[in-house]
């Protein structure tokens, strides 16, 4: 019924503005379809708290808290709670879904409501750290604290809001003179990621394993209905994470009929010129981030349908979808002057690429746009289109050309980028993935900015992502598994139960909206090391 009623608004919304679209207007009713019909079925489970614990500062720990064992459960349950007045509930991990408890009277009549603040927390800073007055650029709304009035006491509450976390405190704000217990807190987690991994080889090291099942349990909860980007903020699907996601799950859960929602709804929301957006939404109907493009997202999407072809060998959704391949790869192609992408022209577009504001993005973005076309033109041969598309080989190679031209010192044998000539990470690994760089090229690049004191590094885990690709292409693969074990073992180490949206391991509050608690730490782009740990298994599992 949910299903259907989805379907129904889309199909509705879709039809009204259909007539003045003149890009695949006449195919958006049908990808609208086919996405609802590959809505996933969510699997839920019944958690339960592990025990009580409080917050102590630490100046060693993640940002400095962390959280002590303060008593079991049945310490609190049973017992006044008009006597303790608060309290922090751990449930073990991460998790994300939908909370209860019980209210229980314990003498008298209940004569007047409870009305408690419960603060959820995925890290123990969260709960330590004021919300206002808020200093954040996000809505304060994004952090997971409620006020919940029971008018009737005994109860059973459950919020009505989706919250993911693995801490709960709870405080009691206002109270009369009957006594009560809370009991009986669950927790129903979901999550639409179904099968079994595959083990890890007996030889793998306990970091990797470790690496690989904390990035399992960060997929899992980012598999909802569509791949969210992040379970507590944004819940909504962005193309880069789609295309970091899709890899993850092929090398764990494979549950592929995700990816093909997720295209098919991408695809339908396109702008009225054919242009992707780089987010959208489910509810109350599917509808896109009006206005939210990104040049290097949009080009990923040719890359995972091509990844997505590959690893199912459906070719109805490539042969489908195949022309918003070819819309956004023809769009990227106006903006190139000389063969190199002109930055002048970039519209007031948002080029993702890391959390780093002092990244210049014109040599990243010329690998990037580079590497998406020479892969969107391998689905075109898999589709025996490549005809249709016969110039595109022509252009990546005097892209390629332009690049060696422009962004290449072949004195010291490393790319840079804009009017300074910044020497970053990513420049070099763009232009590696392109294969704008032969890999003895590229590992020179690489050990050259490893050992630049002043390149700029990655900020995130979705920047580093694309250097252990590009390190594993070069033939790195010992520095591929070094880095690996060190930036996500970083995160591990202080207490990661889901991998973090941000991680600089020199500045543990580092937060792209002004304030760390509305951080994700649960986020897609981080669960990459599944994809390297089980696809590459001779260097990361040995």
Known sequence: MIRQSLWAMALLVATTAGAQR???ASERDTWLREAAESIPPLTERIETPV?????????????????????????????????????????????????????????????????FRLTFAEVPAELNTP???????????WLQDEVVTVMDAPATVELSRRVAFRYVKIELLAWSSFDFAVTGMRFRSVTSASGEPKPLAS???????????????????????????????DRRLWIGDLYLESLANTYSFRNHGLTRRCLYLLAALADEEGLLHATVFEYPEPHPQTGQHCMDYSLLYGVTLYEYLNATGDRATAEALWPVVVRQVEHAMTYLRDDVYDMEKQPAWWLVFDWKDDLNRHAPMQGLMTFAIEQSYELAKLLGRESEVAGWPRIVSRMKAASRRVFYDRLEGVVVSGPDRQRSYLGQ???????????REGERALRTVLADPDACYPGSPYA????IEAMIRCGMNDEARRRLTEYWGGMAALGA????????????????YNFFPVNSY?????????YFINKYADIFQK
């Open 22 to 24: 003149a890009w695949f």
């Open 464 to 467: 580093y992502h694309y250097l």
């Open 51 to 115: 025990g009580l614990v409080e917050s102590v500062r630490d100046t060693g720990a993640f940002q400095g808290w962390r959280m002590i064992p303060a008593g079991d459960m049945d310490s609190l349950y049973g017992h006044s709670f008009k006597e303790r007045k608060e309290v922090i509930v751990d449930f073990g991990r991460h998790m994300t879904g939908y909370f209860s408890f019980d209210i229980g009277r314990l003498s008298a009549d209940a004569d007047a409501p409870l009305r």
């Open 522 to 530: 649960c986020h897609a782009w981080s669960c990459t090391p599944v």
């Open 429 to 439: 690994v763009w232009m590696i993935l392109s294969g704008t760089l032969s890999p």
């Open 497 to 512: 139960d889901t991998f973090w949206e941000v991680y600089d391991p020199t500045d543990h509050f580092k937060s792209p």
């Open 131 to 141: 919300f206002d007055p808020y200093p954040g650029g996000l809505s304060r709304a």
């Open 203 to 233: 030889t793998a090291d306990p970091t990797i394993v470790r690496i690989n099942r904390i990035g399992l349990a960060t997929l899992a909860e980012c598999m909802q209905t569509v791949y969210e980007d992040g379970p507590k903020r």
